[in-house]
């Protein structure tokens, strides 16, 4: 695991909690030597049941709330947009577990 979510990871525990997620994962380059000051971060999210609006609110906040937290940009996807098997098999080359509920 990449230093920077070693050095945040109780932030990120925190807000998984206050948000309702199931389960937060890493992808990517984060997860690789690739990694660098220009990089984004990827993530992969599941949320609990809520309502669609709220879904929805939660989704936007967190983005927000993870790059103040990495001070850079973030592609959060969520596990109920996945689709395409290629993606699916490329996140799981790399994915790291941050959080499970």
């Keep these: 695991m990449h ?3 070693i050095d945040n990871i109780e932030d990120l525990k925190a807000l998984c909690l206050k948000y309702n997620v199931k389960s937060l994962y890493a992808f990517g380059s984060v997860c690789t030597e690739k990694f660098n000051e220009k990089s984004d971060i990827d993530l992969l999210i599941s949320l609990k049941p809520m309502d669609y609006g709220d879904y929805a609110d939660t989704y936007f906040e967190l983005v927000e709330k993870f790059e103040t937290i990495f001070k850079r940009p973030v592609d959060l ?15 799981n080359k790399t994915k790291t577990p941050i959080y499970e509920a």
């Design 3 to 5: 230093r920077i979510l």
């Design 77 to 91: 996807v969520t596990d109920k947009s996945l689709g395409n098997p290629y993606f699916i098999e490329s996140i």
